[in-house]
């Protein structure tokens, strides 16, 4: 997985060179520096690699893709900072440093997260993502969808009922959680690549459900068997609430083979494009054997 390693870390740097250029700079904003911490903080950035390597696909112009990282970046680190604050789960690290209301204030995340999913639709709007306006729009809606009510907010608000709901939920209701809460930003990255080449990419959204739900199960697993210092968060949140998740529900084995199972079917959704599709099976893979 070397090849892969070095791959990921080559997309993660350029996306955030992308979005270096694309942030406030600092000159008289006082917002520059809230959102360059969310954002710039390091992490996976497996959300631009699967645009990136969707648009690849395609020969889509890389410069095209790396806007399209950038703003899924930015969607998903706004997500963060609102889901980090106290009226959310309360943490006060995020990938090993202060989340943005503990190192300024709960106002000032807002604030910056509101920016951060603003800024997302502004670099989509831009010519520079694309020259044709009809895939701009389709961008900008698919987005919209991905992360709104019927989406990733959608997954937000289940997942916070489900800390008081009286009974636990089942394994189809956490499936739906989460295809909303993590699936349907990951699914829109891996899908990104097909709109801006304006191909139906069906085999896409195939792919991306799958690895969205193993990715999921794997954060649960390692919510139990994970390092609190390699995560950069606090662990085993789910199991003090009392929540369900898929390895109470399915116990560590079974919830391991269901993931393992997933990226066999992620995989196998690829087939139309060969060996071109290398780096998205890769991914695939490493979704299910990370260790944060």
Same mark, same amino acid.
């Given at each position: 997985m070397d090849d892969f390693r070095e791959k990921l870390n080559a997309v993660a740097s350029a996306t955030e060179q992308t979005l270096t250029a694309l942030l406030p700079d600092g000159a008289g904003n006082p917002m520059a520096a809230p959102m360059r911490h969310a954002v710039l903080a390091g992490g996976k950035r497996l959300r631009a690699f699967l645009s990136v390597e969707s648009a690849a696909l395609y020969d889509v112009d890389p410069n095209q893709a790396l806007r399209t990282a950038a703003a899924i970046e930015c969607m998903h680190a706004y997500s963060l900072v609102h889901d980090d604050l106290p009226c959310m789960d309360d943490d006060d690290l995020r990938r090993g440093k202060p989340t943005v209301h503990v190192k300024w204030d709960d106002a000032t995340a807002v604030l910056a997260g509101d920016a951060l999913q603003t800024l997302a639709f502004e670099i989509l709007a831009d010519a520079a993502t694309s020259p044709d306006a009809a895939v701009r729009v389709a961008l900008i809606g698919s987005m919209a969808r991905a992360s709104g009510a019927n989406g990733m907010v959608?997954?937000?608000?289940?997942?916070?009922?489900?800390?008081?709901?009286?009974?636990?939920?089942?394994?189809?209701?956490? /499936?739906?959680?989460?295809?909303? /809460?993590?699936?349907? +930003?990951?699914?829109?990255?891996?899908?990104?690549?097909?709109?801006?080449?304006?191909?139906?990419?069906?085999? +896409?959204?195939?792919?991306?459900?799958?690895?969205?739900?193993?990715?999921?199960?794997?954060?649960?697993? +390692?919510?139990?068997l994970g390092d609190a210092a390699l995560a950069g968060k606090r662990l085993q949140k789910d199991a003090d609430a009392g929540k369900a998740t898929f390895v109470s529900l399915l116990g560590l084995e079974q919830a391991q083979k269901n993931a393992t199972s997933l990226i066999e079917q992620a995989c196998d959704a690829l087939d139309r494009f060969g060996d071109k599709a290398h780096s998205l099976r890769q991914v695939a893979h490493f979704v299910v054997n990370r260790e944060s």
């Open positions: 959608l997954g937000q608000m289940l997942d916070i009922a489900a800390e008081t709901a009286e009974t636990p939920l089942t394994l189809d209701q956490i /499936k739906h959680l989460q295809a909303n /809460k993590t699936g349907a +930003l990951i699914e829109w990255s891996a899908h990104s690549g097909a709109m801006l080449a304006q191909d139906a990419g069906a085999e +896409l959204i195939e792919y991306s459900r799958a690895v969205g739900l193993a990715f999921q199960i794997q954060d649960d697993v +390692l919510d139990v």
